[in-house]
């Protein structure tokens, strides 16, 4: 979540009853964070994991949580967006939204003679999405490129 913007701008959004569940590793860049979330006055609705998000993502899946998030924000290391996806399905309750960020890596993905890790592992991922039968996807062409899955119950 780095500097937390992305985190704050759902916090902003959601109903006085909602929660974001945010996970980082670097305490420097969530204190920075802390601070933003104090000032907008959603600090209490946001949960912030030190962690690896693997690490946490799992432990809400063992933890019961399986279906019953509403919507999941996918903009970490490329090498695993396969394992956060993975996991956010799990999360994410039939009808849910999970948000994908960076998946047309500055046009890289596109041009066949780039062969980087991170980019085969986007291009590779985009691939996956757009199979995956249990996700209707809408790739939005702003920014860096954004998918939209929105899960549908699908097995």
């Not at 590793?25 to 907008?40: G, K, L, M, N, V």
């Not at 994410?92 to 980019?119: F, M, S």
Request: proline share 3%.
């Amino acid at each position: 979540m780095f500097t937390g913007y992305s985190t704050l701008t759902v916090a902003l959004a959601l109903p006085a009853d909602g929660k974001v569940i945010a996970c980082d590793i670097d305490e420097e860049y969530t204190a920075i964070a802390r601070s933003f979330w104090q000032q907008a006055g959603v600090a209490d609705k946001i949960e912030l994991h030190l962690a690896p998000a693997l690490e946490t993502l799992d432990k809400l899946i063992n933890q019961g949580q399986a279906n019953t998030f509403d919507f999941a924000f996918i903009d970490a290391d490329k090498s695993n967006y396969n394992n956060y996806y993975e996991r956010a399905l799990e999360l994410v309750r039939p009808g849910g939204l999970i948000a994908i960020d960076n998946v047309l890596w500055g046009g890289k993905v596109a041009d066949r003679n780039i062969q980087d890790n991170r980019t085969k592992n986007i291009r590779e991922f985009n691939q996956k999405l757009h199979q995956d039968t249990r996700v209707t996807i809408s790739l939005v062409p702003i920014g860096d490129g954004l998918t939209l899955a929105l899960k549908t119950g699908i097995a």
